[in-house]
């Protein structure tokens, strides 16, 4: 029978909660940041102020909440095909899924990414970036990765987030769409080859997409996997220091 009771009261905050990062959600969407206060947020949601305290600690700890929604809103949109037709036209569209989504949801994008690490502790945030990852993944695998896949990461994260923010930063007069085509084709141009790297005369690209691939391999020890691995790391950073 108690441990009824607490699965109950559990439930019951649950649901508390999410009404009131909803509410807080719709605020923000609706009225803008500075109409988020613990005392509009409590009377949207249909609770009393102190719960919000309860819940959140504070009126930041609510903000993080709200940008943890928001990344869990986005993860739901996101559509990940593993074996995609081509993976840079792949890279492409979720490039523009992730900006579209920022142009879509102004206040809830600067909120999730206007601000330093805001929520990107949280479980959604983490299986976005692994979409992500598995996209770069499989271009590396196609010898199409002109770079190491966590610089990929980084640039086309940046170039996302970058676009989003300076476009809504502009007044609608000088918002001119070729901007965010640019800004795309410039972060294809740094992360993708035209053509398979394995064909070009250096070792980089190669080694690159023969490491994207070994841990997929079985006719190798976990000891080989390893010290190939650190040689094939050698030959793309040595073509790193050439240029």
């Known amino acids: 029978m108690a441990g009824g009771t607490e699965d109950a009261e559990v439930e019951a905050r649950e649901v508390s909660r999410q009404r009131i990062v909803e509410a807080a959600a719709d605020l923000l969407a609706h009225e803008g940041r500075e109409a988020v206060t613990t005392r509009a947020v409590a009377a949207a949601a249909g609770v009393q102020a102190p719960a919000i305290y309860r819940l959140f600690g504070d009126k930041d700890g609510l903000l993080d909440a709200v940008a943890e929604h928001g990344y869990a809103t986005f993860l739901a949109a996101k559509h990940a095909d593993t074996r995609p037709q081509d993976p ?41 970036m692994e979409i992500l990852l598995g996209r770069i993944h499989r271009l590396a695998a196609s010898g199409r990765l002109r770079v190491d896949e966590e610089l990929a990461a980084s640039v086309i994260h940046a170039t996302a987030r970058g676009a989003v923010l300076t476009w809504l930063s502009l007044p609608d007069n000088r918002r001119d769409p070729a901007l965010l085509a640019v800004l795309r084709e410039a972060m ?6 035209d053509e398979p790297a394995v064909r070009d005369v250096g070792p980089a690209g190669a080694a690159r997409a023969l490491r994207a691939l070994l841990p997929e391999q079985t006719t190798l020890t976990s000891a080989e996997r390893h010290l190939l691995g650190e040689w094939l790391d050698r030959l793309t950073a040595d073509h790193h220091e050439d240029r």
């Open 188 to 193: 294809i141009a740094a992360v993708a080859l």
């Open 88 to 128: 840079v036209e792949d890279l492409r569209a979720g490039w523009d899924l992730a900006v579209e989504f920022g142009l879509a949801n102004p206040e809830l994008y600067t909120l999730m990414y206007g601000e330093p690490r805001r929520g990107t502790d949280s479980a959604a945030f983490q299986a976005g």
